[in-house]
């Protein structure tokens, strides 16, 4: 919604205070104003309602007259209407008493072209309007001229004579030639910018440059001088208007070109590692391999469980009863008699059937940097250089090393102590280390070489 007009009435007060005097005042003046929105912004080209209010004796005195007009503003928002000459709302121009009071002009407008004005302001009118109660002020014509002065009389001189007539009241002069009106047409950047041709005579300019009105004579362009007047005080903000409908959504656009595709993704971190799957079927036995070395003294085995006891030896001949005696005092306890030979031991049982091994990790070393353990599709990323082992508590792992000079250990840390429970063999660089994992082992621990700090991996137990 429009909520300010920045007002030219000063224009029209200086303009007419310029021109020559009207002979016969027309019934109506010019007022010329730039249609402008709230950020200062003119309206160009737009259809507009405007009301305009007279007011006597003050700025919010009586209104003696109203009026309303339908006008469009021109390329630079300037728009221009004759007060008096508008659709009567109330009162009568041609009856306002000009020269009984001061008056003042309020513009309101519609900036939609409709009759829900709101007031742009109001001005004092200075000067100019007031030709208009020239018509009707009753200024007496010229004084005719005095009668001839009588004869001086014979004789004595008698007593003053009583006063003349006066004389009859002279011809009203010839009423002078009608005033030009100038029609403001619009503003040009200097006076070098004004047209030269196509004008009538009356016909108004402002210069950008100095604010100067330039008015055509009918042959030439005179200099009216400055005739911008003071800006208006602002006027009150308009009442907000009613939020419009929501308008309707619009069609879906067409789907866009395909953007190109992005670099791939960093590597995502190693996930952690399955469960064991279970044993693949037995392959084929393969060719016997040359005999390897010998390899290091396995441990010793665990001591087997002892034999059943011996048969009890046959129980000696019972001597013959002799007679009861008295009962004599009770004797001392006899010595213990001394135990009896032990039984031959029994023949150790049968070895007990090997548990299923979960898996078996190949081990094998690069350089004296990592352990290599399995191969690389064995991995989520493909990075069998010392990686992280997941074992399950209560199953069985072997760990098959061929690393010499490397030897391979189960720890708590890196450097540590052996870790032994479960664990079949330590330090071997050539061989098995089986590992029953405990069911109460850590949560981690690690496998590393003895001589190499830096070839060391986790083994993590959930």
């Known amino acids: 919604m429009i909520k300010n007009l920045t007002q030219s009435v000063v224009v029209l007060l200086v303009t007419l205070f310029v021109m020559p005097v009207f002979a016969q005042a027309p019934e109506k003046m010019n007022y010329q104003g730039v249609a402008r929105d709230n950020s200062g912004n003119v309206l160009p080209n737009q259809a507009i309602g405007l009301q305009v209010k007279l007011h006597s004796g003050t700025s919010g005195g009586a209104v003696v007259y109203s009026e309303t007009h339908a006008v469009s503003t021109n390329g630079f928002g300037l728009f221009n209407v004759q007060i008096g000459a508008g659709s009567n709302v109330s009162g009568t121009f041609s009856s306002i008493g000009w020269g009984t009071d001061a008056f003042y002009v309020e513009v309101l407008m519609d900036a939609s072209g409709g009759t829900n004005y709101l007031s742009m302001g109001t001005q004092q009118l200075i000067s100019v309007p007031y030709a208009l109660y020239a018509k009707t002020s009753g200024t007496p014509g010229a004084t005719g001229p005095a009668g001839p002065t009588g004869a001086t009389g014979a004789g004595a001189q008698g007593p003053t004579g009583a006063t003349g007539v006066t004389g009859s009241t002279g011809a009203t002069g010839l009423a002078g030639n009608d005033g030009t009106s100038v029609v403001i047409q619009g503003s040009v950047a200097n006076a070098a910018s004004l047209p030269l041709t196509g004008n009538s005579q009356g016909d108004g ?14 042959s030439s ?121 032990t039984g031959v031991t029994g023949n150790a049982g049968a070895t007990g059937p090997t548990g299923t091994i979960a898996a078996s990790f190949s081990v094998t070393a690069s350089g004296s940097s990592d352990y290599i353990v399995g191969n690389t599709s064995d991995y989520v990323g493909g990075d069998n250089t010392d990686p992280t082992l997941t074992l399950m508590r209560g199953l069985t792992y072997t760990f098959v090393i061929n690393a010499s000079s490397h030897p391979f250990r189960i720890s708590t840390t890196n450097g540590g102590a052996a870790f032994t429970t479960g664990v079949s063999a330590d330090m071997v660089t050539n061989g098995t280390v089986t590992f029953k994992v405990p069911m109460d082992a850590p949560a981690s621990l690690v496998y590393y070489c003895t001589s190499h700090s830096s070839m060391v991996g986790t083994i993590t137990i959930p």
């Not at 300019?205 to 009918?218: A, E, F, K, N």
């Not at 037995?282 to 034999?307: D, I, R, S, Y």
Request: aromatic share 2%.
């Open 205 to 218: 300019y402002i210069t950008q440059d100095t604010g100067h009105l330039w008015v055509w004579t009918g």
């Open 221 to 341: 362009w005179t200099d009216a001088g400055l005739i911008q007047g003071p800006a208006g005080a602002t006027g009150a903000t308009g009442v907000t208007g009613n939020t419009g409908a929501t308008g309707i959504t619009g069609s879906v656009g067409a789907t866009g070109a395909t953007g190109l595709t992005g670099p791939a993704g960093a590597t995502g971190a190693t996930g952690l590692t399955g469960a064991v799957g279970p044993a693949g079927a037995t392959g084929a036995t393969g060719l016997t391999g040359a005999v390897g070395p010998a390899g290091a003294t396995g441990a010793t085995g665990l001591t087997g469980a002892v034999g059943p006891a011996g048969a009890t030896g046959a129980t000696g001949l019972t001597g013959a009863v002799g007679p009861a005696g008295a009962t004599g005092a009770t004797g001392l306890t006899g010595a213990v008699g001394p135990a009896g030979a």
